[in-house]
């Protein structure tokens, strides 16, 4: 799958590859089973029985636990195998699917939802991994913004799809529907070709096998094979921390403006908030691959600086917007902000390790995000409670400044080390 190097022909320039679209294909199926289930779940929980407190446990469990595996994912990923672990995560989906559906007891509940996390955490560092490696390396990030659609078609279609299904048919139904699409998921996946992990192609020391052959050592656009890292590094890429700190300040302002606006549409009175998430979505389609085409050609720089200024003008228009258009417009903004940068950054945080490091490199950026999205709430509820929606919302600009103070702290040091950004 790795075409590896920078040849410029143009078999290695074209990204919609047979297993490119397949990988695409086999995430938004993942991604639609997990957005059915995730508005319902709670209530699956009070209907068997559950305690308020114990369907709060019942649907954070999935995230709790996907957190902690996450630094796992990738080492477990780059040693055994991306495919491998895909066809595996996406196996266990469809099983645990059936058990939703069958499970008689809370406990049974919790560690169906515990199971899961664990193997969705799995499943998205090796899937993006596997993504990283179908795309052409001088198309990385034009490439993983396409990747990246599939979270918006599951993201705008999931939930909706869930919902109708268990109002109609009932859970059971709802759950099986899901089972379903992972194990088509799963049937796309048996078509996806590879040539095994770039590990395997290195000996143990980390050094290419054959140099003149090895893709680290053919293109600029990944980081030279190197030593085997060791203890903590073995899990976690240190050289893309800067930009997983930077994706964690974009994703928890999303995750508050996600988690709060219906509330604060109902408060001002405004009527089809619902509208923002439709025009968010939207905007992504349109403008994320050519955001990927601009890094590529220009770096990233040339998209983190204006997203930043689309990210605060979101986040300025939300927190003083008493009117649909208003929030509208801000939806737009978003979507030109965290919503067009993320990408990127994902494709250069693979960038930055060698090929048979890259899915301690996803792992690594993903944990970013999976904070980020835990934060979000926790933050918006503790400001708003003290200060109200508006200040809540203004509290991501500090949050901003950080992941840009950050991410350009990281730059110039690139630039002095002589580092293409």
């Known amino acids: 799958m790795r075409d590896g190097g920078a040849n410029t022909s143009g078999a290695e320039r074209r990204l919609w590859t047979r297993e490119f679209v397949l990988l695409t294909g086999i995430q938004t199926f993942d991604l639609f089973t997990y957005n059915m289930i995730t508005p319902v779940i709670a209530k699956y929980a009070l209907a068997q029985g559950a305690t308020l407190a114990w369907a709060g446990v019942v649907a954070s469990v999935f995230a709790f636990v996907a957190l902690v595996a996450r630094p796992a994912s990738g080492f477990l990923s780059d040693r055994l195998g991306r495919k491998r672990i895909v066809m595996v995560s996406i196996a266990v989906a469809c099983a645990t699917q059936v058990g939703y559906a069958f499970a008689t007891t809370l406990a049974a509940l919790v560690a169906l939802r515990a199971v899961h996390g664990f193997f969705y955490a799995l499943f998205g560092t090796a899937i993006s991994a596997l993504a990283l490696d179908a795309i052409p390396q001088e198309r990385r990030s034009e490439g993983m913004g396409w990747f990246g659609t599939s979270y918006v078609f599951a993201n705008a279609l999931g939930p909706a799809f869930g919902v109708l299904v268990s109002d109609r048919f009932g859970f059971a139904a ?147 917007s008493q009117q649909l258009w208003l929030f509208l417009a801000a939806a737009a903004c978003k979507a030109l902000g965290s919503g067009t940068v993320t990408p990127s950054i994902q494709a250069r945080c693979g960038q930055l390790e060698p090929p048979e490091r890259s899915g301690v490199a996803m792992s690594t950026y993903l944990l970013g995000t999976d904070v980020g999205y835990a934060l979000g709430p926790i933050i918006g509820g503790v400001v708003s409670g003290a200060f109200g929606f508006t200040a809540m919302f203004l509290a991501g600009l500090p949050i901003l400044a950080v992941g840009v103070a950050v991410y350009a702290a990281w730059a110039h040091a690139e630039k002095k080390r002589g580092n293409a950004l």
Do not use: Q
Not at 276 to 294: D, E, I
């Open 174 to 320: 709802m759950f099986l529907a899901g089972a379903g699409v992972a194990a088509a998921s799963f049937a796309l996946g048996l078509f996806v070709r590879v040539r095994g992990n770039a590990a395997a192609a290195r000996p143990s020391n980390g050094a290419p096998s054959d140099p003149a052959r090895s893709p680290a050592s053919e293109t600029p656009w990944h980081a030279p094979a190197e030593a085997k890292p060791r203890g903590i590094a073995a899990f976690v890429s240190v050289k893309s921390l800067p930009l997983a700190l930077a994706a964690c300040c974009y994703l928890t302002i999303w995750s508050i403006i996600a988690t709060y606006i219906v509330l604060v549409g109902d408060e001002r009175g405004v009527v089809g908030i619902s509208a923002f998430f439709v025009v968010n979505s939207l905007t992504l389609l349109v403008s994320r691959p050519f955001a990927g085409r601009r890094a590529d050609r220009r770096g990233l720089s040339a998209v983190f600086y204006p997203s930043a200024v689309f990210e605060a003008a979101a986040v300025v228009l939300i927190a003083f």
